[in-house]
């Protein structure tokens, strides 16, 4: 039957709706049948085993597990960053599983953005420069990068620190601008990798809470690996792994 | 999507700048040292060829005695082979030469009174002043009645004049050689220094057979000098003095000569292509010091990548492919071997005129040389950046944020 699907299926260009530049399709995400295992000398490890899901535009989603469950494989897949075994993945309709490296580079620049818990942001680098980061490498010149950077970094409340060097900012101000670079080439889909793991409680609170401002009111689709069930709480929906499977996925109502 | 690149790399270039300027250190240094070493070599080449072409390049200079395995001659009057009727023969029988003089010469004291002065006194005949292009400024030059009667008649240069007589006017004056009165007939021109730094104004000439017959006592002469019709024609006239003068001291088929011959222009084209081999060879080791900095550049450049896996991982998770990870790097070499480039070739120029101004070696800077320089820093700059770029692009993205 899945096999069937993948025969057949000839997925239509996705159209972008010109006055925001996000895309209005439906699913954003389709997993099928997604197998990974990695070769570590004799040993084989199957990290994934058939992973099924569907995720669809504005889902506020938290993925949890124990370490070795998966979750990060997943991730890895789902941010094109890594290739699966087998199985299909298709994002915005596109097979992208198949794509070539450069192409992922291409998805990761314009559908993905990412979110990590050590923030990564560039050192020595002012906050504006970081979150235009993303558009040094559009293809085509902006040149109303800085406009739009700012523009951005007042969406997470930071328009007054643009020129601080992320030495200058507390660790809640560095993940905002990492949130904010994630959203500046208005991607697809947001990917957020323990995105609290370095803040204390009331900072991690500040954190989620601008995420479900940006999911609520800008509808921004968010995937978010966490292993705190509190900060997993946030989320609308919960997708458990273990042992390289989807062991339970859950809606608040 | 260059001028990005270009942009990025200098972003990341100025985020360390202490570490960027060290890098770039070697190649301002190879490129300052090359630009220098090669004005050197250039200045001397250009004093050397003033210098000959001062003295005239249709002259010829006769020795006596051979060039022996060693490249000495065996010495002035070591063998007293040249004649005054051999200068003669050469005047005569060979219509290329217009002109051919003996020459002598000893230091000797020259009194007027009770000032004395030590000075080269020179023996020629008439055809000399032609030869030499040498001007009289007042009185006449040794005439051939001179030359037969062994008249004591001199002239004097400037520097002569000045010191034994100061403003007075010195023609008809008698001057006094190795206890000898000389009527002085004539003051010489100005000649300035000549080649090696010798005072061509502090001279008395006298006629060579006076020279020969009362001053030194000798038959022979140390010298001919001889001049060509023109420049073009030095080389035939070289050698049919060279068969000229074996003919005439009876030399064999196969025997050495016994005399040199010395062209001017050869020495010229000698010491310009030495000059040159000194230029080249002192261009070419700064060169190995702009290879030393070519590997540091790479070295750095490594180490850097390593450092920056992390950053490198952050580019491509925002979109940055391997080819602008690769070309990021490239140009962060080529922005640093270029730039050291540009303040080396600075350094060179100013340190080839403070050379200039404080040894007082001359030094000429060649545009074509600094353009050079420029371009194989550039390309010092790709090559050594190559290796650490690629490295750069190929890593893996998932590793590289996994990287502490």
Redesign the interface.
């Known amino acids: 039957m899945a096999s069937e699907m993948l025969e057949h299926h000839n997925p239509p260009a996705p159209s972008r709706d010109s006055d925001l530049g996000f895309d209005r399709r439906a699913e954003v995400i389709q997993i099928r049948d997604l197998h990974k295992t990695y070769k570590m000398g004799d040993i084989e490890v199957q990290a994934l085993r058939g992973i099924n899901i569907t995720i669809r535009r504005g889902e506020f989603i938290a993925v949890t597990g124990s370490s070795g469950s998966g979750k990060s494989t997943f991730m890895?897949i789902l941010?094109c960053?890594?290739r699966p075994t087998s199985g299909a993945y298709f994002l915005e309709g596109q097979d992208v599983s198949r794509l070539s490296?450069?192409e992922w580079?291409?998805i990761?620049?314009?559908k993905i953005g990412?979110v990590?818990q050590g923030f990564?942001?560039?050192?020595?680098?002012s906050a504006v420069?970081n979150v235009e980061?993303?558009m040094?490498?559009?293809g085509f010149?902006s040149k109303d990068r800085r406009q739009r950077a700012l523009a951005v970094l007042k969406l997470v409340g930071l328009e007054e620190r643009s020129h601080h060097l992320p030495n200058q900012l507390s660790g809640g101000q560095q993940q905002r601008v990492a949130i904010a670079?994630a959203l500046v080439?208005r991607p697809s889909l947001i990917l957020a990798d323990e995105p609290t793991g370095n803040l204390d409680t009331k900072t991690s609170v500040e954190i989620m809470e601008l995420f479900q401002n940006l999911n609520e009111k800008e509808g921004i689709t968010i995937v978010l690996v966490t292993h705190e069930p509190d900060i997993a709480a946030h989320a609308k929906r919960q997708i458990v792994f273990r042992d390289g499977m989807i062991i339970s996925d859950t809606r608040k109502n | 999507m260059l001028i990005m690149a270009f942009r990025i790399a200098l972003r990341a270039l100025a985020r360390n700048k202490l570490r960027s300027f060290l890098t770039m250190l070697g190649i301002i240094i190879g490129v300052g040292a090359v630009i220098a070493m090669v004005a050197i070599g250039e200045g001397a080449k250009k004093r050397v060829q003033e210098q000959i072409a001062s003295l005239g390049t249709n002259l010829l200079v006769i020795l006596p005695g051979t060039v022996t395995l060693g490249g000495a001659r065996t010495g002035f009057g070591g063998r007293q082979s040249l004649l005054p009727s051999d200068a003669k023969a050469i005047m005569d029988e060979i219509p290329i030469v217009s002109g051919a003089s003996p020459v002598l010469r000893q230091v000797q004291q020259v009194i007027v009174g009770d000032q004395n002065w030590s000075t080269q006194v020179q023996g020629v005949a008439p055809e000399f002043q032609q030869i030499r292009e040498w001007q009289v400024e007042e009185g006449r030059f040794i005439s051939q009645a001179d030359v037969e009667s062994t008249a004591k008649v001199a002239l004097i240069g400037q520097t002569v004049a000045y010191n034994l007589f100061g403003d007075n006017d010195p023609v008809g004056a008698i001057i006094r050689i190795k206890k000898i009165p000389f009527r002085v007939i004539g003051i010489l021109g100005a000649k300035g220094q000549s080649g090696n730094g010798t005072d061509q104004d502090d001279v008395v000439m006298i006629p060579y057979t006076t020279m020969m017959k009362l001053v030194m006592g000798v038959t022979y002469i140390q010298q001919i000098i001889v001049a060509a019709v023109s420049a073009d024609t030095t080389q035939e006239a070289n050698n049919q003095i060279a068969s000229l003068l074996r003919q005439r001291h009876k030399l064999r088929q196969g025997a050495d000569d016994d005399f040199m011959i010395r062209n001017l222009s050869d020495i010229a084209e000698a010491a310009s292509n030495s000059a040159t081999v000194m230029a080249v060879l002192l261009g070419s080791i700064a060169s190995v010091s702009l290879l030393v900095g070519g590997i540091g550049i790479m070295n750095i450049m490594l180490v850097s990548v390593t450092e920056r896996t992390r950053e490198i991982g952050i580019r491509m998770a925002v979109g940055a492919r391997s080819r602008d990870i690769m070309l990021q790097f490239i140009v962060e070499a080529i922005v640093m071997a270029a730039s050291g480039g540009i303040i080396g070739i600075l350094l060179g120029i100013g340190s080839s005129s403070l050379i200039k101004y404080l040894a007082e070696l001359p030094t000429l800077i060649r545009p074509d040389i600094i353009a050079i320089s420029f371009l194989v820093s550039g390309t010092v700059g790709i090559f050594f950046g190559f290796y650490p770029a690629r490295k750069a692009s190929q890593l893996d993205p998932i590793d590289a944020l996994r990287y502490e």
């Open positions: 890895n941010g960053l890594d490296s450069n580079a291409h990761r620049n314009r990412f990590f990564n942001l560039l050192h020595r680098t420069e980061l993303p040094m490498y559009n010149q670079r080439n």
